[in-house]
């Protein structure tokens, strides 16, 4: 038989166990339920990787859409007439630019051109001499032929004055007395012409003289100049790099001035480059630089690069757009007839940054997600300034903001982040 002070402690005892198994209880799920919370918080934070903005310069560019073309064929002739002497190339030879074609027999344009020098150097010889004033040698010369022309004509009168007394003595003839006065007419006459010439020697030429002197030499010059041009065009060079596709003449024939003697295709390739607003001219030049890509080379990877040629005078009369021109090198890889995309190089900017093209998010607004206070993502506005294939340069960041480029979908304005190296 148990004693009642015995079963009083056995009951305490089993009291006390089963209230420490509560508490314990108790405690275990209150700490489990802690760590399921803390575990929940933690867990519904959105893990991202960041890319530090940088303030950079860029090459701001025009953007237009082109098509490539051949730049056709060149159709080339000679300036004047003539027989072809020889011809140096075939139908489907390769050419470069000076390749000599074909030249032309130059016996007759030889002659012409030493004529003409002839006759340009003796008109140049008396324009200049008629410039410098008659020479001391040339008075002196002309003052002779006066002196001794009037001691003639003097002796021829005293003679016909002598005849003529001794007609009227019955000692000469009246046909002596004619050929001696026609003596007399002559040396006067010769003497007025050497007296006239003595006097404009020491005059010198007058501005009439020297302006018809002026003018004979300078067609005398021309026609000198023209045959060189002649000779010069005797031979015939290509232009360009191509390829001879047509000679329509061949050796020993006679062809007709401007008429095709050959013809070339070009091998460069160029861009007719459209849609070129007023505002957009005033931008473009001769030469400046182009970028170009083809339409599906959404990573820029393959660039050509190409300058403007030719820009159009007037807009289209249908879109008041104006037309551009621009060249590319033959060995490109673009294809006659393919679309492309062409990039004009205008100058350089600042207060751009490059991200990552995925980084923005395309809406109303395009914006990208900053990390804020190192917690959270906050949305920032961004204006795209240009596409370089997985990038892109965007303005409205400032350095040294944290754009958000992983997870990007799972976020929201204030939404809770968590950085991952």
Same mark, same amino acid.
């Given at each position: 038989m148990v004693k009642k002070g015995n079963g009083m402690k056995i009951k305490f005892m089993i009291g006390t166990t089963c209230i420490l198994c509560i508490v314990l209880l108790t405690l275990f799920f209150v700490l489990n339920r802690v760590s399921a919370n803390v575990d929940f918080i933690t867990s519904n934070k959105v893990p991202v990787t960041v890319e530090e903005a940088k303030i950079e310069e860029y090459e701001e560019r025009l953007t237009y859409v082109g098509g490539v073309t051949s730049?056709?064929?060149?159709? @080339?002739?000679?300036?004047?007439? !003539?027989?072809?002497?020889?011809?140096? *190339?075939?139908? !489907?030879?390769? *050419?470069?630019?000076?390749?000599?074609?074909?030249? @032309? &027999?130059?016996? &007759?344009?030889?002659?012409? *051109? /030493?004529?003409?020098?002839?006759?340009? @150097?003796?008109?140049?010889?008396?324009? *200049?001499?008629? @410039?410098? !004033?008659? /020479?001391?040698? &040339?008075i002196e010369m002309a003052r002779v032929a006066k002196e001794k022309a009037e001691e003639v004509s003097r002796f021829k009168a005293d003679t016909l004055i002598e005849i003529s007394a001794l007609y009227e003595a019955g000692f000469a003839s009246s046909k002596e007395v004619d050929g001696a006065n026609l003596e007399s007419t002559i040396a006067m006459r010769d003497y007025q012409n050497a007296l006239a010439i003595y006097s404009k020697a020491m005059e010198g030429p007058t501005e009439e003289t020297l302006d018809a002197l002026q003018n004979r030499y300078e067609q005398a010059k021309v026609g000198y100049e023209m045959n060189l041009s002649l000779l010069a065009d005797s031979q015939l060079y290509s232009s360009t790099k191509g390829t001879v596709v047509n000679i329509v003449y061949e050796e020993n024939e006679m062809l007709a001035a401007g008429y095709p003697a050959i013809v070339v295709r070009k091998e460069n390739q160029v861009i007719n480059m459209g849609g070129v607003t007023d505002e957009d001219l005033e931008e473009l030049e001769l030469n400046q630089k182009v970028y170009i890509y083809a339409t599906d080379d959404a990573n820029k990877s393959q660039e050509t690069i190409g300058f403007i040629t030719r820009i159009a005078d007037v807009p289209d009369m249908t879109t008041h757009l104006y037309q551009v021109e621009v060249a590319i090198d033959a060995q490109s890889k673009l294809s006659v007839g393919e679309v492309v995309t062409c990039e004009v190089a205008i100058g350089k900017c600042t207060g751009g940054v490059d991200i990552p093209l995925k980084a923005v998010t395309v809406d109303d607004k395009n914006y990208v997600y900053v990390v804020h206070n190192e917690a959270t993502a906050s949305k920032k506005y961004v204006d795209i300034v240009m596409l370089l294939g997985h990038r892109i340069i965007v303005e409205g960041l400032e350095a040294g903001d944290k754009i958000i480029t992983q997870n990007i979908p799972k976020l929201y304005e204030g939404k809770d982040v968590v950085l991952q190296d």
């Amino acid at each position: 038989m148990v004693k009642k002070g015995n079963g009083m402690k056995i009951k305490f005892m089993i009291g006390t166990t089963c209230i420490l198994c509560i508490v314990l209880l108790t405690l275990f799920f209150v700490l489990n339920r802690v760590s399921a919370n803390v575990d929940f918080i933690t867990s519904n934070k959105v893990p991202v990787t960041v890319e530090e903005a940088k303030i950079e310069e860029y090459e701001e560019r025009l953007t237009y859409v082109g098509g490539v073309t051949s730049d056709s064929i060149q159709t @080339l002739a000679f300036k004047s007439s !003539g027989k072809i002497e020889a011809i140096y *190339v075939e139908i !489907g030879q390769k *050419v470069d630019e000076s390749t000599l074609l074909i030249s @032309l &027999d130059t016996q &007759d344009i030889d002659f012409a *051109v /030493r004529a003409s020098e002839n006759a340009m @150097l003796a008109a140049k010889a008396q324009y *200049v001499e008629a @410039l410098e !004033g008659t /020479r001391s040698q &040339d008075i002196e010369m002309a003052r002779v032929a006066k002196e001794k022309a009037e001691e003639v004509s003097r002796f021829k009168a005293d003679t016909l004055i002598e005849i003529s007394a001794l007609y009227e003595a019955g000692f000469a003839s009246s046909k002596e007395v004619d050929g001696a006065n026609l003596e007399s007419t002559i040396a006067m006459r010769d003497y007025q012409n050497a007296l006239a010439i003595y006097s404009k020697a020491m005059e010198g030429p007058t501005e009439e003289t020297l302006d018809a002197l002026q003018n004979r030499y300078e067609q005398a010059k021309v026609g000198y100049e023209m045959n060189l041009s002649l000779l010069a065009d005797s031979q015939l060079y290509s232009s360009t790099k191509g390829t001879v596709v047509n000679i329509v003449y061949e050796e020993n024939e006679m062809l007709a001035a401007g008429y095709p003697a050959i013809v070339v295709r070009k091998e460069n390739q160029v861009i007719n480059m459209g849609g070129v607003t007023d505002e957009d001219l005033e931008e473009l030049e001769l030469n400046q630089k182009v970028y170009i890509y083809a339409t599906d080379d959404a990573n820029k990877s393959q660039e050509t690069i190409g300058f403007i040629t030719r820009i159009a005078d007037v807009p289209d009369m249908t879109t008041h757009l104006y037309q551009v021109e621009v060249a590319i090198d033959a060995q490109s890889k673009l294809s006659v007839g393919e679309v492309v995309t062409c990039e004009v190089a205008i100058g350089k900017c600042t207060g751009g940054v490059d991200i990552p093209l995925k980084a923005v998010t395309v809406d109303d607004k395009n914006y990208v997600y900053v990390v804020h206070n190192e917690a959270t993502a906050s949305k920032k506005y961004v204006d795209i300034v240009m596409l370089l294939g997985h990038r892109i340069i965007v303005e409205g960041l400032e350095a040294g903001d944290k754009i958000i480029t992983q997870n990007i979908p799972k976020l929201y304005e204030g939404k809770d982040v968590v950085l991952q190296d």
